[in-house]
């Protein structure tokens, strides 16, 4: 009885600490993000990327590296919450898995500080073998009363994901960081100095300062634009389940003439948005 007793002390210390950490860093959650990108996608789209062989060579090789780029409004974001999904419906529990939407319409999520402290966040709530660092951290910190600097969220994620031996990183948006110098060199540091196995991939609009900084390092191959064809048939997979079964658009059920002609005018404007 005493030992249950004991044991229950000790969990709700525990859950207290964690609760004392996780407020004092303030990390951005990213699956408000998510859940919305989630919400905009239609079932099946996104399918050509998720079968294809440029994201089956990334799951399969340790250190590997993908930089996926399109126009304004071909549904970035949308595929990164289809591969987030993905990933999480089949990595194991040995494997880690941290995503970050920057957000142009956000200011809380859009600099590489407040990515920092998502992913310390992220690790520490959903990996408990890796607070060691950061419950130090907070200790030596007059228990969260002195804020962190960027350079010590840098060294303290580092010193977490050093307990991790397989991790997968999703970014979405880089050109919509402010501090997107700052963010690609972080990039080449996780790529370059992880000896476990390190999967990154990101999307971003096909910014000149993010193809300088990446094109030393990241193979052709592994810069991949996003094809307009392969949006055009996702829109107009949308668009017909959209005309033949969505709400907005009953009165036409019974004139298939008019939902045909729909389709067609929609679908000659997609233009890969």
């Avoid at 919400?39 to 060579?57: L, N, P, S, V, Y």
């Avoid at 996780?190 to 300062?209: F, G, K, W, Y």
Wanted: with cysteine; proline share 2%; charged share 30%.
């Amino acid at each position: 009885m005493i030992s249950t007793v004991s044991d229950y002390i000790d969990e709700l210390r525990l859950e207290h600490r964690v609760k004392a950490v996780r407020n004092w860093l303030s990390a951005a959650d990213p699956s408000i993000n998510h859940a919305n990108a989630r919400e905009k996608r239609h079932e099946g789209t996104g399918a050509w990327f998720i079968d294809g062989q440029a994201f089956a060579g990334w799951k399969e090789q340790s250190g590997s590296f993908l930089w996926l780029h399109g126009i304004p409004g071909c549904g970035k974001t949308v595929l990164s919450s289809t591969i987030i999904e993905f990933l999480k419906g089949v990595t194991t529990p040995a494997q880690v898995l941290l995503y970050f939407y920057f957000d142009f319409n956000d200011t809380n999520k859009q600099t590489l500080e407040v990515m920092l402290r998502s992913f310390v966040d992220q690790l520490y709530e959903g990996y408990a073998d890796t607070r060691r660092s950061l419950d130090q951290l907070w200790e030596s910190h007059d228990k969260g009363q002195r804020q962190l600097s960027r350079t010590s969220l840098e060294d303290v994620l580092a010193d977490m994901l050093s307990e991790v031996k397989d991790l997968h990183i999703v970014l979405d948006a880089l050109d919509e960081s402010t501090t997107r110098s700052d963010l690609l060199a972080w990039l080449w540091k996780v790529h370059t100095s992880r000896s476990s196995a390190c999967r990154i991939l990101v999307t971003s609009r096909r910014e000149q300062d993010i193809e300088s900084a990446l094109q030393p390092w990241v193979r052709p191959e592994d810069r991949i634009k996003i094809r307009r064809d392969d949006v055009n048939r996702d829109v107009r997979a949308y668009v017909h389940h959209t005309v033949r079964k969505g709400n907005g658009l009953k009165r036409w059920q019974e004139m298939p003439e008019v939902q045909d002609e729909i389709e067609t005018e929609l679908g000659r404007q997609v233009g890969g948005m």
